[in-house]
């Protein structure tokens, strides 16, 4: 599995991309693994905002349904809508063409709580 080093993860299996006070979110290669093949996202609309830990959206699949959980208080100020019209996107590219939402967070030092590619990868081993 590949979990690329210059992004943050969660124990919820989202993935965060920082540039600034700009977060882009998206669900991990093990996520969409363990889901399947995506059929369905449903994603905010361009200015809500929201708390650490929030859902901010769902991901259905041919197995589940799962909420995405937002790590960071925030605003949403794009939405990856081909993501929408094409679902497999995530399955295809989580980390590129898959991703979901941009936000901008209300306070950038609090992404310093999310796990780098190495303490993500560890967390996965502890797991199974």
């Known amino acids: 599995m590949s979990y690329p080093e210059e992004l943050f993860y969660t124990q919820e299996h989202e993935w965060l991309g920082l540039?600034?006070?700009i977060a882009t979110l998206g669900i991990t290669h093990y996520a969409q693994e363990q889901l399947g093949d995506?059929?369905?996202?449903?994603?905010p609309a361009v200015g809500a905002k929201f708390q650490a830990g929030d859902s901010l959206g769902v991901v259905e699949s041919t197995k589940s349904v799962s909420d995405i959980f937002i790590p960071i208080a925030g605003t949403v100020i794009e939405v990856n809508d081909p993501v929408v019209e094409e679902p497999s996107l995530v399955n295809e590219d989580a980390y590129g063409e898959g991703w979901l939402v941009k936000i901008k967070m209300d306070n950038p030092k609090s992404a310093s709580k999310l796990m780098t590619s190495e303490q993500y990868q560890a967390f996965l081993e502890e797991r199974s």
Do not use: K, S
Not at 38 to 43: G, Q, R, S
């Open 19 to 21: 540039n600034g006070d």
């Open 38 to 43: 995506i059929v369905f996202v449903e994603l």
